[in-house]
């Protein structure tokens, strides 16, 4: 059965330079401590604490990860809000300040199954592929 409503409008989230030339900056460093300055000084940046999520994630601290990235997908979620968002609808891996969100929600999934959260993780990896497939895809690629 065809759905004969149309998809809400894509959500684009507003750019935040000081906050992505602080995460540039702290990528210079590449160390956990100027990614978490930047996250201390950007709470509300999903891309800081996405950052965090993924090096957690690959150092082996899952359950770091997990906290790094609910924190940032939940801040995300508010932005989207903010943004227009009501609670579905394409969330374009495309544009740039959407990735982060995109990122918390995709590290969520993976160390959400690491801990043994098989529902959690299932639910994040189709709200990601629901945000968009090409995020889903960007992400798994990597």
């Known amino acids: ?13 507003p750019a935040h330079e000081e906050a992505d030339a ?3 900056d702290a990528a210079e460093q590449d160390t956990d401590q100027a990614y978490a300055e930047v996250a201390a000084s950007f709470p509300t940046h999903s891309a800081a604490w996405a950052a965090l999520a993924t090096r957690a994630f690959a150092a082996g601290q899952v359950v770091t990860a997990y906290a ?13 809000r903010r943004a227009g968002w009501k609670g ?7 544009h740039r300040p959407n990735r982060g969100f995109l990122r ?3 590290v969520l999934s993976r160390a ?22 090409a995020a889903a895809d ?3 690629s990597h």
Not at 1 to 13: G, I, K, R, V
């Open 138 to 140: 960007a992400l798994a």
């Open 68 to 80: 790094y990235a609910r924190t940032g997908y939940h801040r995300g979620l508010d932005q989207l």
């Open 88 to 94: 579905h609808g394409p969330v374009p891996w495309s």
């Open 22 to 24: 602080a995460l540039a």
């Open 112 to 133: 959400a199954g690491e801990i043994g959260e098989a529902d959690e993780a299932a639910r994040c990896a189709q709200f990601l592929r629901d945000c968009d497939p």
């Open 1 to 13: 059965m065809q759905n004969l409503l149309p998809e809400p409008p894509a959500t684009l989230l």
């Open 104 to 106: 918390c929600l995709y």
